[in-house]
Nanobody, 121 residues
Framework: QVELQESGGGSVQSGGSLRLSCAAS????????MGWFRQAPGKEREGVAI???????TYRDSVTGRFTISKDNAKFTHYLEMNYLKSEETGVYYC???????????????WGQGSRVTVTY
């Protein structure tokens, strides 16, 4: 069993920054690929950034250049640094993990409970 715990959400003005963290526990051998999805109010969930076991990284086009995903293997934790946030990026951000899945359009086996991000005008 894998547990993912997000932290770091909150409220920020448009153009501001936030950093999300996701700590994995349990069967961490099954969290080779980790990343982030988000769901805006009234919209479908979408992939934001994924970090593969071989350090491949992929981002959703709309966040490229503004968001950075990274990880600390020793802590089984990965991070999402979000800069120049836009109001339309308000939503719930979910940490995801899987053994081999990779890509922002791929489904993932493990999901966190979500961390709310609010970007105000």
């Amino acid at each position: 069993q894998v547990e993912l715990q997000e932290s770091g959400g909150g409220s920020v003005q448009s153009g501001g920054s936030l950093r999300l963290s996701c700590a994995a526990s349990g069967d961490t051998d099954r969290t080779s690929c980790m990343g982030w999805f988000r769901q805006a109010p009234g919209k479908e969930r979408e992939g934001v950034a994924i970090l593969g076991s071989d350090v491949r990284i992929t981002y959703r086009d709309s966040v490229t250049g503004r968001f950075t995903i990274s990880k600390d293997n020793a802590k089984f934790t990965h991070y999402l640094e979000m800069n120049y946030l836009k109001s339309e990026e308000t939503g719930v951000y979910y940490c995801v993990a899987d053994v081999i899945a990779f890509g922002v359009e791929t489904d993932y086996a493990y999901w966190g409970q979500g961390s709310r991000v609010t970007v105000t005008y």
